[in-house]
C-alpha cells in the first residue's frame, strides 16, 4: 500500500529565504510519480512539480526544486527566494505505475504542511 | 477553456437529504476521479472512472455513488448526506499517462459541502 509522509505540521520562513518541506513515501511499486501541489487560502490546488521514479535529475521548476533522494524514499520540496504569497499549505502526492501507465492516475495524498512566510 | 469544471462549489443540506455533485471537463481525458478534503488531511480518493460508462471504488467510497455516462461528466451523489460527509470534494481528471509519466491531473476548484 502506498503512503505518503508529511511530518511538518507547519513551517515558518522569513521573506527571501529558502525553506525545505519534507516528504516521504512508502510503495512497493518500482515505477511511480511524485507531486507536489499549492492550496492557498482560498482552496485551489495547484500543481508546482513532478518527479518520476526513473529521472536521474531532481525536478526544478523557477523557484521550485525537489531534493529526490530514492534510496531514502524522501522528495523534499524545496523552495527558494521565499515571498508572501507563498504562504499556504503544501501536500505532496504519489501516483503508482508511471513507466507502464497502469495506475489511472490515482494520487495519494500526504496530509500537508500549513508554510507561514514573515515579512 | 474551462478545464475541470465543478458544481454547485457550495451547499448546505440537511441530514438525510440528497445531492449530486456535478463534474465537467472539456479536455477530452479519460480518467476523472472524486477526492475529498477534511479539515487537517489530505485528499482522499472516493471514486474513479476509467472511461465512459465505468466506475471504480477509491479508499473512502461508503455513502457515495458516482456515474460517468458522458466522457466529459462525472457525477458524485450522497444518497443520505450524513455529517460526516462534510468536507471539501475536489473532481480532477487526467490524461492516459504516457510513458514517462509527467502532470496530466487538472483539479477543478472545490466544493464545499456542509451537512447539518
Known amino acids: 500500500a502506498q503512503k505518503i509522509t508529511q511530518t511538518q505540521p507547519g513551517m515558518f520562513v522569513q521573506e527571501k529565504e529558502a525553506v525545505t518541506l519534507d516528504c516521504t513515501y512508502d510503495t512497493s511499486d518500482q515505477s511511480y510519480g511524485l507531486f507536489w501541489y499549492k492550496q492557498p487560502s482560498s482552496g485551489e490546488m495547484i500543481f508546482l512539480i513532478y518527479?518520476?521514479?526513473?529521472?536521474?535529475q531532481n525536478a526544478t521548476e523557477g523557484r521550485y526544486s525537489l531534493n529526490f533522494q530514492k534510496a531514502r524514499k524522501s522528495a523534499n520540496l524545496v523552495i527558494s527566494a521565499s515571498q508572501l504569497g507563498d504562504s499556504a499549505m503544501y501536500f505532496c502526492?504519489?501516483?503508482?505505475?508511471?513507466?507502464?501507465?497502469?495506475?489511472?492516475?490515482?494520487?495519494?495524498f500526504g496530509q500537508g504542511t500549513i508554510l507561514t512566510v514573515h515579512p | 477553456n474551462a478545464g475541470v469544471t465543478q458544481t454547485p462549489k457550495f451547499r448546505v443540506l440537511k441530514t438525510g437529504q440528497s445531492m449530486t455533485l456535478l463534474c465537467a471537463q472539456d479536455?477530452?481525458?479519460?480518467?476523472m476521479y472524486w477526492y475529498r478534503q477534511d479539515p487537517g488531511m489530505g485528499l482522499r480518493l472516493i471514486h474513479y472512472s476509467v472511461g465512459e460508462g465505468t466506475t471504480a471504488k477509491g479508499e473512502v467510497p461508503d455513502g457515495y455513488n458516482v456515474s460517468r455516462l458522458k466522457k466529459q461528466n462525472f457525477l458524485l451523489g450522497l444518497e443520505s448526506a450524513a455529517p460526516s460527509q462534510t468536507s471539501v470534494y475536489f473532481c480532477?481528471?487526467?490524461?492516459?499517462?504516457?510513458?514517462?509519466?509527467?502532470?496530466?491531473?487538472?483539479f477543478g476548484e472545490g466544493s464545499w459541502l456542509t451537512v447539518v
Open positions: 518527479q518520476g521514479s526513473y529521472d536521474e
Open positions: 502526492a504519489m501516483r503508482e505505475g508511471d513507466a507502464g501507465g497502469t495506475s489511472y492516475g490515482k494520487l495519494t
Open positions: 479536455m477530452n481525458h479519460e480518467y
Open positions: 480532477a481528471s487526467s490524461l492516459l499517462i504516457a510513458r514517462g509519466g509527467g502532470n496530466t491531473i487538472y
